[in-house]
């Protein structure tokens, strides 16, 4: 199981606020907020999800669950509105297995970052 994951990036402000907007359909918010470091979790407080000033990752995919369908669509209006660039429209993706509903963008240092459910319609 995975406790938690750590993003390099160059411009945390910007970084902040893609990522802010974007998670936010999927009940995910900033927690903690200090000069160089902005940690991201749920309701509990439960801190997961973090970025750091440093040498940017690159190429890294992350994935978050999403309650439902619309939340995967919220959350790809809420990235390419942040600044995200499209990687892959709101759809099933049968290849997958057949009720995986999807959607990816990519941050500002290229990282893909996708929302998914995995319940039926």
Avoid at 34 to 63: N, Q, T
Avoid at 86 to 105: M, S, V
């Amino acid at each position: 199981m995975i406790d938690h994951v750590v993003l390099g990036v160059h411009h945390l402000d910007e970084s902040r606020h893609f990522y802010e907007n974007a998670l936010r359909p999927l009940g995910v918010k900033v927690i903690v907020q200090e000069p160089k470091l902005v940690g991201f979790g749920d309701d509990s407080g439960r801190l997961f999800f973090w970025l750091a000033v440093r040498e940017p990752s690159h190429r890294v995919h992350v994935a978050f669950t999403a309650p439902d369908r619309a939340a995967v669509d919220a959350f790809h209006a809420a990235a390419l509105h942040s600044g995200g660039v499209d990687n892959g429209p709101p759809g099933l993706r049968p290849d997958y297995h057949e009720n995986y509903y999807g959607a990816f963008a990519f941050d500002a240092d290229g990282n893909n970052i996708e929302a998914v459910c995995h319940r039926p319609a």
